[in-house]
């Protein structure tokens, strides 16, 4: 019995395992996109880009200093 259930399932293609891989990488872009526009961050955007600024700077003082 199992034999007859084995034989009548078919086999996955390269081209079904590739878009199930595409679909997968979709589902997870999407939930992530969700994700970001609910909010819910705890940092401004702002903030951390103000603070980045500041260590380029920083770098680039003791670069230019030194």
Known sequence: M???K???KP???I?????GRVERRRARIR????????????VPTWVLAAVLGVIVAGWLYLIITS
């Open 11 to 13: 086999e996955r293609t």
């Open 6 to 8: 084995k034989a009548a």
């Open 31 to 42: 939930d992530e996109i969700k994700r970001n526009r609910a909010g819910g961050h705890k």
């Open 15 to 19: 081209e079904d395992v590739m878009w």
């Open 2 to 4: 199992s034999e007859q």
